[in-house]
């Protein structure tokens, strides 16, 4: 893992809720958050973290999205103190990266929470709650055609002991698919907090 540089918590909400707005899962809710709030969709969009403005309007976003800043949702207990940087992975990190503790991944992963098992058990055919695996496939078949996806969004402690994907569970399942895909060094996003804090984060 290579050290790029800092980024900070307004550039890491603005890349979730841009990534998440892109999502044919995800866009519906998104745009709807936006409209409810009377606010031009640009501002996810196409999102400048130099205004104070701006910021504020999207940290309301995700809250109602996602629960950022309530306790709520993949937030629920989420650290309050996180340094956000920027790194280069290499395919050796990604493989160590787990899933949130959350049943589906738990299920798709045989219990590991490693996207390369999750892999594994796409290959067999396995599929978690009737939830088909065609995102996972065609995402695969994205990466392979030479293709880049935007930036993941990692947590971990200061030790790196446990990494934690927040944001890019596709993508990172569908890299672990075709490895030979994955980038010499892969730019994410990580979320730096002591393991005390983070351990009472519900998806850790």
Known sequence: ??????????????????????SPRYRDKILQIISD????????IDPNIKSDEENALRKEILSR???????????????????????????NDLYKVKYINYS?????????????????????GVEIFNVKNDGFIEGARYALAGNSFPPMILVSD????????????????AYMLVPDAIPDNLKVMVGYAEKEELMKWSLY
């Open 158 to 173: 200061y030790e790196n002991e446990n990494i934690i994907v927040l944001e890019g569970h596709l993508r990172l399942t």
């Open 104 to 124: 589906y991944w738990i299920g798709l992963s045989g219990g590991s929470r490693l996207a390369k098992d999750a892999a594994e058990n796409i290959r067999k």
């Open 65 to 91: 999205f996602r629960g950022f800043g309530k306790d709520k949702e993949i937030f629920d207990g989420f650290p309050k103190n996180v340094r956000w940087v920027w790194v280069n992975l290499t395919k």
């Open 1 to 22: 893992m290579e050290y790029i540089g800092e980024s900070s918590e307004n550039e890491m909400i603005a890349l979730f809720l841009q990534t998440e707005a892109k």
């Open 37 to 44: 709030m009377g606010v031009d969709s640009s501002i996810v």
